[in-house]
C-alpha cells in the first residue's frame, strides 16, 4: 500500500481499512476463502462510495460526500452487529509460535 498509492510511508495512509480487514475476517468467521469474498463485497462498497460522491440521488438531491465516504464503515458495523451471530475465534489466536524439534 505504501508504494502503490503514494511511493512512501505516509501517517493514516490506511484510513481505517485495517479495521474493515480485521471485520472481513470476523465476518469470514477465519476462513480464507470467504474472507478473500468478503473483502470484495467491502472493496466493491468503497468504490461504490467513491462513485457516488456528487451525484445526484432523484428525490433526495446531492447527498454530502462525508455521508457517502461512511458508506464502508457503516456497512461493516450493519454486517458484524446484525449477521455474523456467535464469532469464535481459533483456539491459538494470540498465542506465540514454538517450533516443535
Same mark, same amino acid.
Given at each position: ?9 505516509? =501517517?493514516?495512509? =490506511? ?13 469470514? +468467521?477465519?476462513?480464507? %476463502?470467504?474472507?478473500? %469474498? =468478503? ?36 456497512? =461493516? ?13 481459533? +483456539? ?6 514454538? +517450533?516443535?524439534?
Amino acid at each position: 500500500m505504501a508504494l502503490g498509492q503514494a511511493a512512501g510511508f505516509l =501517517t493514516n495512509m =490506511t484510513a481505517g481499512k485495517g479495521f474493515i480487514a480485521l471485520a472481513a475476517l470476523i465476518f469470514a +468467521k477465519w476462513r480464507a %476463502w470467504p474472507a478473500l %469474498w =468478503t473483502c470484495f463485497l467491502f472493496g466493491l462498497l468503497d468504490a461504490v462510495a467513491i462513485r457516488l460522491q456528487g451525484v445526484m440521488m432523484p428525490g433526495i438531491g446531492q447527498i454530502p460526500v462525508q455521508a457517502i465516504q461512511a458508506l464502508p464503515y457503516l456497512m =461493516t458495523v450493519v454486517l458484524l452487529a446484525g449477521f455474523i451471530g456467535k464469532a469464535i475465534p481459533p +483456539k491459538a489466536s494470540g498465542l506465540p509460535y514454538v +517450533k516443535e524439534r
